[in-house]
Every structure is written in C-alpha cells, then in structure tokens.
C-alpha cells in the first residue's frame, strides 16, 4: 500500500509540475503584466526598468523556476480584483462547490443504480424503456436549459424552492462555511444539485444497464442460478459487483465533466463557488486567478483519479495492489 | 421407482415464425446413486438436456413438452422460488469452464458459505467450517487458506475442485457435470475424473456427466446414452456400448477416436455434419450421413428396440433383429 500511495505521489507530481507549467504559461503570455499594474501613462523607460525589475526580460525558464518556486510556498500570485492572494480566494469558494458536487454525486449513485439494475434485469419492461428515453433525453439537452427549466417552474411558476445563492450557511470549525445542516441552504442546493444530476445521470444509467446485461449472461452468474443463490443477492452482490468495476473507472473520467459542468450551473444559478469564481476571472481577466483555478482543478482531478484506483482495487481482488492484502 | 426420470422432453427455441425444436422427445431414467453419461458431438442437445434437467436454459429456450421427475415430484411446473431450493441442495452442478465459473469478485469461502446458506439455517462459522471440510475432501492442500482466496489465485484444477467442493456442500441426490474436464490439462483431467467418480460412489450421489470423450465414459460411467441432433438414437450399459456399438452414429463416434486409426494412417470421421436446428432432415435425423440408410429412413424416425445389448434407434437394427426372428421360431418348432 504505501509503495502504491508513493508511486501515485511520484505521478501526481509529475501531472500537477505540467499543470503548473500551462498555468504559467498562461499568467505570462495572457496580457501584459506591467500594464495591468500601471496602466498606459508611464514611459517606455520606466516600463522597461520594471520589466527588468520584474524579471520579466529573464529566459523564460529561470522565470518557470521563480513561479514555481513561489508556488511550493503557497504563492500563486495575487488576484487582480480581489487584491488577495488567489490561494485564499479560491479556497473560500472550495466548499460551495465541493458541496454542490457531492450533492450531484449523491444523487446520481441514488438515481442510476436502481434504475440501471432494474433495465439490465427487465429490459422489455415499458419502464425500462421508459427509463431509457429518458435517458437519451438527457444525454442531449445541455444543463443549461435543464438549469433554467428546473429554475422557471420550481422557482418561478410554483415558488418552491429559491431560485439563486447559497443561503444561509453554518460554520463548521471555523474552516468550512457549510449549507448542509440548515434548511435553507439545502433548499438552496436542490436545484442546482438536481440540475446537474439530470444531465449525468444518463450515462450512468446506459452504462450499467449495458455492463449489468452482460455481466448477466455469464457463466458465473448462471452458475450462481445453478447454486440455488436468491434473485436478490445474485442481482446485487453477483452481478453488480462485477458491473461496477467499468463503471468506477468511467465515474473517474466524468469528474471532467462535472467540473465543466460545474462552471455553467453554478453561473445559472449564481452559486458562489470556483465555478463562478472562474467565470467572472475570465471576464475580468483576471489571469493569476485563473491560472491558480486551473492548478486547483489539476490537484482536485489527480486526487479524485486515485481515490478511484484504490476504490477499485477494493472492489476488483485481482488488482490488489501489490504488498496490500 | 427412479431418482430422476425424464418423459417425452421436448426443448424448443422461440422463433418469431415457427419455434426451433432442440429436444426432440427425450426420456431417460437415473437410478439413485447410479453414473450415467451422456454422449454426442457438440450441438447434439447434451448441455440443453443438462440445463433442462434444473430449468437453467437460456433465452429463448424452454420447455415445450414432458415431464422431469424427480423422487417422483414433477418439476416442469414449480415456481421460481421452489426450483431455487431444488438447484445446488438436490440437484448441483459443474460447468465446463473452471476459469470463469467462480465470480471473480468474490473470495472462495464466500462463494461457498453462500451456498449453504442459500438452504439451511446455519451460522457462518458453522458454514465456513463445512466448506473447509470439503475443501479437503477434495483434496485441496490448506483448506484453511485456500478458504480466504480468491479464484484467480487458484489454478485451473485447483478451481474445478473447488466447484466439485461446493457441489458437495448439500449432499445432493444428483450431480450434473457438463464436461468437467474439456477446460483442463490432460494431465489433470484423469485426477478431477477419479475424484469425481469416487466422490459419488462414496457418497451414494447419482452423477450425469455430459461428455463428448468416450475415454472420459468408459472409465466413470455405468450406463451411456448416445445423442444425435437433440434425440437419444441408444443407451444401454456403457461397457457393452464401447465393445459393441449398435446405432451406426455410435458406431462413426467409436470408430473416430485417434487410436482406432492406424499408424500413419488419416484419421477416421463421420461424413458430414450434425444438420442446423432449422434444417432438420425427415425421417431418422442420421440418414444423411448414415452408411446404411434406406428409403425408410428418409420418411419416418425409428422407434426404440432393444437389441439384445442397448436400446437403439434404427431401422438397421430392427432388420437385422427380424432377420434372425423367423430363424428363433424354426428352432422354437424343432
């Protein structure tokens, strides 16, 4: 296990040191840094000492070496518009949106299992197909207008649920500004929650009905028939098991996909999260900001992949990692 | 009365039109304790007899005709809740493939415990003792271990023992093994068949082994039962069939094996091939490759006779036994 956990720690670093070089990459070539500071009334001397001052006439690679050496210090530059550093930023609207994301998670594991189980068990069933249709209905209408459907009638038309914002959010240990434990903030998280369940769900139901199907006509489980196993369990423990095993692995590779559409729905829905943080950083061109954004996204995407590898070893024993059993 | 007997079974495929028949008109009788195989090329219907036997066939397969009795209670009609006690506790089952009959996700005691559990109220520790005893009843080295594996750590003989362990688990009246040793190297084929064969004959367990290697009958089986094209054409005792072959397919199926040829010689084979479920000949399903087939044979199927050594079904046979009738009455006359 810890031999694992080190070999992931070594790619990890390796994925995160590309992101980073991208990122730079970004802050300097995206505008001019020295104007962003002092606007057009300075002389090009004075723009040139500056430059210098900067360093930002070095080769380029000696000023990859400054950025990343300020970056392993926790330095990733200051945000334009908010005159703070964009670390601090950016993890003040972290749990807005890890919370919005686990809801979605939520959601979608209540949603496409039973549903994806029941289709793969009676596939001719008029609620099978019914599932399917709507399936494909939501694989092809973008969450935008998913987002703004859920908005008018919940919000709009029946005046359920709120329409925008966060809500009331409570502190937990002081660190973490949460909308899980008031009734507010959970009215608050449903549609946007909801609005990103719709639109990922469908894959998740296709994926496991196709697996399931299969992994339904194989020996092992006609075996477990000629066993004398319960339905139940054969479904459950025999089939699903196995069927889960793609379906973690396409579960990892969607992470992606709900952070892109983490960024729409949280605009839609002006949830104060690093959705929304980035949206408006771009329009600001607020380019440390979005550069520290992009590194954010870079570590959350290598820590979710390996909590997907070692969840899947778990599940698959003959990928158990070597020295763990 | 028979342990299992099986009457005028018929399996059919449903088809949009017409439905493909795949059994036609099967019967047969297994005593208590007795080891019967059951013979014939692949697609002759010796698997589908199997899987009928415990109402396992696939889709669109099912039963269209005839009954299966077991101790005299009929099964074709029970539901799926009673057949789910049937299946493993009176009836197990070994399939051909060790490698991908045991759920790779699930570790062998698991996949043993569940097994006993499924049929009687027992608590895990007892039901994980019983597993490690036929572990080694089986002949499996540290039982204990192997207990906590999983298949894939196991190999290929070692799983097909482990699947014999746990058709062992209930103490079975029947056990029906669907080519236990295709899959496996020929080295261990002969232990997995020993074992098997003496496992039965000390436990009093019936055995239908579905086979496709005369070699594999005549070293485990009383009585043989010869298929062709989803119909039984003979069956009678198995040493008798070997050394006397009656129906001209058992005969082509005998006369096939490597060591009936000679040194250099082309091996021997039946001409042609066993004909598609929806191209089925008139008449006795044989004759287009039948070295003695005559007009008869091309319009109506023969009945069973017996022949003096096993019960056949062919019009040769039935001429042949005419043919010495009159000469029995002569001598009755003298």
Known sequence: MLSFIGRRLLQAMFVLLIISFVSFMIQDKMGDPVRQMVGLSVTLEQREALQQELGLNDPMLIQYGRFLGRAIQGDLGTSYYYKEPTIDVIASRLPATLELSFAALVLVVLLAIPLGVFAAIHPKNILSRAVLLFSTLGLSVPIFIVAVFLMYFFAIEWGLLPSFGRGETTSVFGLWQSGLFNRDGLQHLLLPSLSLAFVLTPIFIRLIRAEMMDVLQSDYIRYAWAKGISAPRIYFIHALKNTMLPVITVGGIQLGTLVAYTILTESIFQWPGMGLLFMDAVTRVDVPLISTYLIFVGVIFVVTNTLVDVVYSLVNPRVRIPGYS | ?334
């Open chain 2, 1 to 334: 009365m028979s342990l299992l007997s099986i009457n005028g079974l018929s399996v059919k495929f449903k088809q949009r039109h017409e439905d493909l028949v795949a059994l036609h008109n099967v019967s047969l009788s297994l005593e208590r304790g007795e080891r019967l195989a059951i013979v014939g090329e692949s697609g002759a219907g010796k698997s589908l007899l199997g899987y009928a036997i415990v109402n396992l066939l696939m889709k669109p397969g099912f039963i269209a005709e005839g009954s299966i009795k077991l101790d005299d209670r009929e099964l074709t009609r029970l539901s799926s809740k009673q057949w789910q006690e049937i299946r493993g506790k009176k009836i197990a089952m070994i399939f051909q493939d060790p490698m991908v009959t045991l759920n790779p996700v699930l570790s062998v005691g698991d996949q043993m415990v569940e097994a006993i559990r499924s049929h009687t109220r027992i608590n895990y520790n007892d039901a994980k003792k019983l597993a490690i005893e036929k572990l080694a009843h089986v002949r499996i080295a540290a039982p204990a271990q192997r207990f906590d594996q999983y298949p894939h750590e196991l190999s290929g003989g070692m799983r097909q023992r482990v699947i014999i362990a746990i058709a062992l688990l209930l103490a079975p009246e029947i056990i029906i093994a669907d080519e236990p040793t295709t899959a496996l190297d020929v080295t261990i084929q002969a232990e997995i068949l020993q074992l098997l064969k003496q496992i039965c004959a000390d436990n009093g367990v019936a055995l239908i082994l579905i086979t496709h290697d005369f070699g594999v009958v005549s070293r485990i089986a009383e009585r043989t039962l010869v298929m062709y094209a989803g119909r039984i054409v003979e069956q009678g005792p198995t040493l008798e069939i070997i050394n006397d072959p009656q129906h001209p397919y058992t005969q082509g199926l005998l006369n096939a094996l490597p060591q009936m040829a000679l040194p250099g010689q082309r091996l021997n084979q039946i001409q042609g091939n066993m004909p598609p479920l929806n191209d089925q000949p008139r008449g006795c399903a044989f004759h287009p490759r039948c070295p003695y087939a005559e007009d008869k044979c091309r319009i109506q199927p023969p009945d069973f006779i017996f022949s003096g050594v096993s019960t056949v079904a062919c019009y040769a046979i039935e001429d042949m036994l005419q043919a010495f009738e009159p000469l029995s009455e002569e001598d009755a006359d003298d």
